[in-house]
Every structure is written in structure tokens, then in C-alpha cells.
């Protein structure tokens, strides 16, 4: 009992009859929540997949917490709907009037104790819970909690309901914060200008960011391995990543689950400009493809393969990107991909298996630098055709020199229901330069720069495809 008074991990097990064992990614948010319920002035975002816990953590429990520490302190919870927002006050209010008097020697107000609004006997603290376009009129807090202010897709592609919910943030929500109060903002990352979106842009405030996505990216905060899920133990494991990434598709994926929001349309590259082909009628036929998805030309003008190398070793390093590229007149086509992180040894590796695959790609564009000066260096006398590239110009130059060529309809990639990589390469494309990663970008410009300024009237070459 001491403990449960004390420490609010302790208390949310308590006061779950230590059914359940919080977490991982709820041990690493507990001791935020300690230092509110301590006192401390805090504005945090928190950002997690659905279905991991994180209502259940902080938004049912942690009020009651705070107010049992802080029996004169104003708390409210704010969510999308009337029935959240009054299950979210039913929950701590029960948890209040179960354990505040056994663990805190106070008890809940007979006289104000409905879901949506309940407080304290003896004292000023309550707990009062709307939505977020129900309005706050006349109520302050000293902790706001703001959960899913979204309801779904619709909602968050809807720019007036996204700056309607910004402006009672702003206008409501906020003025009603004490000088001392705490925000805690809880969302499922919906679109790259939600709320949490443009709290985090703007950076008017303080704002602690724990994002934390269902499988392990580069830098985690929970020092996991990258590609590791983030709740196995409640059955959200690696496979059932893959599933639920099938089922919700790349963007839905990189959103909800990864907290990585990418434009419905593109920035430098607008999603609509995507193209896509397959190697055959057959193909076509089988797959049920409209057209609007071209066949492979029969034999190109030419074929190139170029590298993205990264800077460090395997463990730590970002990808290694290479590609194959093959021009037949004015069309560009992606013709095979390697994607990995790989030290130098590796790469060397992936570079040699890729000219054995594609022998008619004869030129092989490596950018000078990092890994690939000293991948050049080893290879040259094993490998006719590399070609140190310098860019020129920032990645978003190089990037913009090459727009037009998707714009207007030149490039075409393997469809995705035929090489699932696709997917992953028109997500990056779309959120240039935001996104984590750039390196099939990266390579992708440096190939069409070079590929589209080639002579046209050079040797056709037979297409060489791999099932």
C-alpha cells in the first residue's frame, strides 16, 4: 500500500488487482507521469499505436492518481466523443472511490459525482471530462489530458475539423491551463498536421515527444532492436505486424502504427504522379491490373545500376540503397532493388550479385562518398563500369531536378501486387524530405539524373527480368 501511494506504476497495479503488468513503453512513461503527480509542470505528446495501452495507462488511471496526491488540484480529460470522454471519467472515478480513502484518507463528493464531473469531499480538487468541440467554459485545471482528439481517417484528412480542433486548443483548452498546470497530449498519429502534428512544428512549448512506434525504427527510445515489435507479450508480435501492415497498408501502417504520418499527396513527389508496370500481359491478366499499368517494353536503350552507400557499420547504419535502371525511349523504369543495412563488406557483396543479375547494366553509380569511396576503391579492378558520382546540389535539389520526369508520367515502378517493395519506395518518395530515411530517393535521383541525359540513339538491349 505504501508503494501504491508513492509511485504510480505501483498504484495503476494496485488498482488493477495486479492484473495486469504494465509494459515496457508504459515503465518508460511512468516516471513523466510521477514527476506531474509530483508537482512538476510538464507538456508532453505522447504518441503510440492503438491497442497498446495507452489509455488504459494514463487517461483511466492517472487522473484519479493525481488527484488522490492532489486532492485541491483541477484535473480534465479530453477526448473526441461524449461516450470516450465519459468512459474515461467513469473509469477513475471508480478507481477513486475504491482505493482514495484506503490508500489517501479522502473520499469522492456525494454531492458532485456524475462520469463526466466528480470531485472531492472536503475539497476543491475534481475531475471534469468533455470533448474537444463540447467546450471548457468557466473550468480550469491544473492537468490536461488530451486523448485521440481524432475520430478517424475522415476527420484528420479534413482540414477544417483539423484547425477546428487546433483553435479550442488554442482558444479553450489552453486558457483554461493554470500557471503551474501540465498538458499531456495522447494520440495515434493520424496526419502530419494533426494536433500533435503542429504542437510539435510550432514549438511554443516545451514539449517532451515520446513517440514510440509498434516496431523498432533507428534510435529507440526503448533501446529496442530495429524491427522488433513493441508488445509481443499481449500477442502484437512481429507477425502480427506484418499482418496488420498487409491489412492497413503501407501509409495507414507508417501513420497509426509507426507514428510517421506521410501527405495523402506528396510534397516534391505527388503520389498521383506514381506509374506502375509488370513484365507481361499474362501477368496483367492474372493480377486483374487496368490500363492504366503498362507491360515491359521487350529490350531497353540502356540499363544502369546506382548505389546509395551509407556512412557507418551494419549495426548502427542507415540503408544501403541500390537499384537498377532501365530507359526504353522517353520511359524510365525501375527494374530491381536492393534495400538493406549493410556494412562495406556486405555491399561489396550486393553490388557483385546485382552485375551478375543484370550484366547489360553496364555502368555502375556510386556517390563518392562515405562507404562508397572506399567501395569503389576495392571493387574497380573486380568490376568494369563504376563511376564515382559527386552531387551536386543538396538531396532536394537533386530530387527537384528529376520531378518532372513523375510528373509527366516517364517513370514507371513494378507494381506493387507483383514486387511488395513498391510500397515502401512511393512512401518515402511522398514524404521527401521528412521522412526517416532517404536512400531510395537518394538513388533514384542520382540514376534518372544520369539515365534521362544518355543519348537516345545508343544499342537497344534485351530486358533481363527476374521472377
Not at 2 to 7: C, G, H, K, P, Y
Not at 140 to 147: E, H, Q, R
Not at 240 to 249: D, L, S
Not at 307 to 313: H, L, S
Amino acid at each position: 500500500m505504501e508503494l501504491a501511494r508513492r509511485s504510480y506504476i505501483d498504484f495503476f497495479c494496485y488498482s488493477t488487482g495486479f492484473t495486469l503488468k504494465p509494459l515496457r513503453h508504459q515503465e518508460f512513461i511512468a516516471p513523466y507521469l510521477q514527476r506531474i503527480a509530483d508537482g512538476e509542470k510538464l507538456f508532453i505528446i505522447v504518441e503510440l499505436p492503438p491497442q497498446h495501452g495507452k489509455s488504459t495507462f494514463i487517461t483511466e488511471t492517472f487522473p484519479a492518481y493525481y488527484l488522490c496526491k492532489n486532492p485541491d488540484k483541477l484535473a480534465m480529460v479530453v477526448s473526441y466523443s461524449e461516450e470516450l470522454y465519459k468512459k474515461f471519467g467513469r473509469k477513475n472515478r471508480e478507481k477513486f472511490r475504491l482505493y482514495s480513502d484506503e490508500l489517501f484518507g479522502i473520499k469522492l463528493s456525494s454531492e458532485t459525482a456524475s462520469v463526466s464531473e466528480w470531485g472531492i469531499d472536503g475539497h476543491l480538487g475534481q475531475l471534469y471530462s468533455t470533448s474537444i468541440l463540447g467546450g471548457a467554459t468557466g473550468r480550469g485545471s491544473d492537468l490536461l489530458i488530451i486523448d485521440d482528439p481524432i475520430k478517424n481517417r475522415a476527420e484528420a484528412e479534413s482540414k477544417t475539423i483539423r484547425d477546428k480542433i487546433y483553435a479550442e486548443w488554442q482558444d479553450t483548452f489552453f486558457s483554461r491551463l493554470s500557471a503551474n498546470g501540465s498538458v499531456i497530449v495522447i494520440m495515434t498519429r493520424w496526419h502530419e498536421d494533426d494536433l500533435a502534428g503542429r504542437l510539435l512544428k510550432e514549438k511554443r512549448l516545451p514539449w517532451i515527444e515520446i513517440k514510440i512506434p509498434a516496431v523498432a525504427e533507428e534510435n529507440d527510445l526503448l533501446g529496442r532492436e530495429i524491427g522488433e515489435a513493441l508488445a509481443p507479450e499481449i500477442g502484437k508480435d512481429e507477425e502480427w505486424a506484418e499482418q496488420t501492415k498487409a491489412v492497413t497498408g503501407s501509409r495507414g501502417w507508417a501513420s497509426l502504427y509507426q507514428q510517421r504520418p506521410t501527405p495523402a499527396g506528396g510534397d516534391i513527389f505527388k503520389r498521383s504522379w506514381v506509374r506502375y508496370y509488370v513484365p507481361s500481359i499474362e501477368m496483367k491478366i492474372k493480377l486483374g491490373l487496368g490500363d492504366d499499368v503498362k507491360v515491359m517494353p521487350s529490350s531497353f536503350d540502356i540499363q544502369l545500376q546506382s548505389w546509395d552507400c551509407t556512412f557507418k557499420d551494419k549495426s548502427t547504419s542507415d540503408y544501403v540503397a541500390g537499384q537498377v535502371w532501365g530507359r526504353s525511349g522517353v520511359e524510365l523504369y525501375l527494374l530491381d532493388r536492393h534495400h538493406e543495412r549493410m556494412g562495406i563488406v556486405d555491399t561489396m557483396k550486393a553490388i557483385q550479385v546485382m552485375t551478375a543479375k543484370w550484366p547489360d547494366a553496364v555502368a555502375k553509380l556510386i556517390e563518392d562518398k562515405a562507404n562508397g569511396s572506399a567501395v569503389i576503391e576495392m571493387l574497380k579492378k573486380k568490376i568494369k563500369g563504376l563511376i564515382a558520382v559527386t552531387p551536386q546540389g543538396g538531396k532536394e535539389v537533386r530530387a527537384q531536378a528529376v520531378a518532372p520526369l513523375w510528373e509527366a508520367g516517364n517513370v514507371y515502378l513494378p507494381h506493387p501486387l507483383w514486387k511488395p517493395y513498391t510500397d515502401e519506395i512511393v512512401d518515402e518518395l511522398v514524404s521527401f524530405p521528412n521522412a526517416d530515411h532517404d536512400d531510395d530517393v537518394d538513388s533514384m535521383s542520382q540514376a534518372l539524373v544520369r539515365i534521362d541525359n544518355k543519348p537516345k540513339n545508343v544499342r537497344r538491349t534485351d530486358r533481363k527480368t527476374v521472377f
